[in-house]
């Protein structure tokens, strides 16, 4: 049976990190409101309930064996990251304003779904510690699916947090020039995030 005394805590701690998802929606949070940041916010759980299913089913196996499919995936998702991470740093005034083109909650999603599709160390955590709980005595399968099913429901919890923080600050900061700065700190932490995927040798 999984001990999900120790595991419900630790895969929380690995759900809280703050990452470049939930950067985004703490970003969000604090320029859109509850609702778009929220839904925006959300984007993620097919990626994630994708690369869970590909852990399953043992590809993330075949990731870690072929260095070179890695790498490449891995070079994809830093690309990405950068890209994403310089429009905010580029656009940090309009977004700052809200621009209705800038916050539609499909793009949000969409934004957010790519960033979590293009990590391939999330196949990497799944990999390496949803094994530590699993138990002989067990299908394999059903723990993993099990284990997936909480982390997704924690993820939503995590989402929400990063959310009602941004709006927080949203509420005690409202300087223009404050959210101005806000999205170029994303902005950094995305692209730092991307290079540090690049030059990883992980």
């Known amino acids: 049976m999984i001990a999900w005394s120790i595991f419900i805590p630790a895969c929380f701690a690995l ?3 703050p990452g470049p998802n939930n950067m985004l929606a703490f970003a969000n949070g604090a320029r859109l409101g509850f609702v778009r940041a929220m839904l925006g916010g959300l984007g993620r759980m097919p990626a994630f309930a ?24 891995k ?3 830093a690309v990405y990251l950068v890209y994403v991470g310089i429009q905010f740093w580029r656009k940090a005034r309009a977004l700052a304003a809200a621009q209705s083109q800038d916050s539609a909650v499909a793009l949000l999603m969409r934004r957010d779904f790519l960033i979590a599709i293009s990590n391939p160390k999330a196949i990497a955590v799944f990999t390496a510690f949803f094994p530590q709980f699993i ?4 299908p394999a399968w059903s ?4 284990m997936g099913a909480v982390f997704l429901v924690l993820e939503v919890v995590a989402v929400l947090l990063y959310v009602v923080a941004g709006m927080a600050l949203g509420k ?3 300087s223009g020039s404050v959210f101005v700065h806000l999205n170029r700190l994303v902005g950094g932490v995305l692209v ?4 540090s995927m690049a030059l990883s040798r992980q």
């Open 15 to 17: 759900n809280c990190a």
């Open 50 to 73: 994708l690369l869970i299913l590909v852990t399953i089913v043992g590809l993330g196996a075949v990731l870690a064996a072929s260095a070179t499919a890695f790498t490449i995936v």
């Open 75 to 77: 070079l994809a998702g």
């Open 135 to 138: 138990t002989a005595a067990q």
């Open 143 to 146: 723990q993993l699916a099990a």
């Open 172 to 174: 005690v900061l409202r």
């Open 192 to 195: 730092a995030s991307g290079l």
